[in-house]
């Protein structure tokens, strides 16, 4: 059985948009488990027209036959990867950034029943499988009230 490989690559920054770009949806982040990239409380917007998966990258998944409670289609931000099969290949799996914690960590995420904290995955899906429940790409953070620094203009004050 070989090891998985483990995530190595640099971690792509998100941009912060002020207003939803056209051709893309806006979800919430629902718990830690896509830091430092995604946190509780922020909204990741997602591209809708960008659905072929990139090992690496963020998703907004969709969970096949289920719908949230407000008839939205229900699914979960996720981080997609590639990862080797014992004699089949390679295939594409979907989850949170959160690979190991503590004992300590552990610990302190039971006695807190934050389950978020062990983090998940989904997988393997074969070829072609995952790009029919991929709804995007998240491409930035949602921020309706960020501003730009202010820039000190002419001399030094």
Not at 14 to 31: E, F, M, Q, R, T
Not at 59 to 87: H, I, K, P, T
Request: glycine residues 10%; aromatic residues 8%; hydrophobic residues 40%.
């Amino acid at each position: 059985m070989t090891a998985s490989p483990v995530i190595t690559q640099e971690l792509r920054a998100l941009l912060v948009y002020d207003a939803l770009p056209n051709g893309c949806i806006a979800k919430p982040v629902k718990d830690g488990g896509l830091a430092p990239h995604l946190h509780p409380g922020e909204f990741a917007i997602v591209d809708t027209t960008d659905c072929d998966p990139v090992h690496g990258e963020l998703y907004f998944v969709a969970w096949m036959g289920r719908a949230a409670a407000n008839g939205s289609e229900d699914g979960d931000l996720a981080q997609a990867y590639r990862r080797e099969l014992n004699s089949d290949g390679t295939a594409w799996w979907v989850g949170s950034m959160r690979r190991q914690i503590s004992a300590e960590d552990r610990a302190r995420a039971i006695a807190n029943h934050d389950w978020s904290a062990f983090g998940w995955s989904n997988g393997p899906y074969k070829e072609g499988a995952l790009e029919r429940q991929i709804r995007g790409r998240v491409i930035g953070i949602l921020a309706p009230s960020f501003e730009e620094p202010r820039r000190l203009t002419g001399g030094v004050a």
